[in-house]
């Protein structure tokens, strides 16, 4: 139907939908808005942007790994229209993991392994919490919880509501896991590099 010329450059990050026949498309050099039934381009974010983890969407804001997190406002009467610049915190800075949002906060799994909480509304840092990394999946969330699969596979279960943040549970699968799991029917599904698991009460 259609063929867009992109950046060339190792890309591994996965298009947004936001809206019905708009599409959020992420490189190196920013994030654009395409129509979906002719790529043309409606809006553009070219402040830079990671080229592994991938832009979050949450309740009209855009949360793009750029020099750190940079939050977009879309604009909720016309979606076409250029967004909203809110904040831009380096203190939250993404590695391969995509940002997380949940309730009133947005998370950022570092290099190091360790998980930042930052204010939705400010892009404010509110706490760190060290795990045992190395990440490549990103976490998910259930309740206040958020599941962390690391690359050896170790789970490590994050109570967000505590104060400064508190694993309160492990679950060993002893296998690489590199791939993002997948929540659905009071169960995670996750990969690992010879099996499928469930995992559920």
């Known amino acids: 139907l259609w063929r867009l010329d992109r950046p060339k450059a190792a890309n591994w990050t996965s298009p947004v939908v936001l809206s019905s026949g708009l599409v959020a498309l992420q490189s190196k050099q920013g994030v654009d808005a395409i129509r979906s039934i002719d790529g043309t381009k409606v809006w553009s974010y070219d402040g830079g942007a990671s080229t592994i983890p991938s832009t979050s969407l949450s309740e009209g ?94 789970l490590q279960v994050v109570d967000t509501i505590a104060k400064e943040g508190e694993i309160v549970g492990k679950l060993n699968l002893n296998d690489q896991i590199l791939g993002s799991p997948a929540v659905g029917g009071g169960a995670i599904y996750v990969r690992t590099n010879t099996k499928i698991y469930k995992l559920a009460k």
């Open 61 to 154: 804001i855009l949360y793009i790994p750029s020099r750190g997190i940079t939050a977009l406002k879309l604009d909720k009467e016309d979606i076409t229209n250029t967004p909203e610049q809110l904040w831009q915190s380096s203190r939250l800075s993404p590695a391969t993991a995509s940002p997380l949002i949940l309730g009133d906060k947005v998370y950022a799994l570092n290099r190091a392994g360790v998980l930042t909480a930052g204010d939705i509304k400010s892009g404010d840092r509110l706490w760190q919490l060290r795990l045992k990394g190395p990440f490549s999946a990103t976490p998910v969330a259930a309740e206040k919880y958020l599941y962390c699969f690391n690359e050896a596979g170790l």
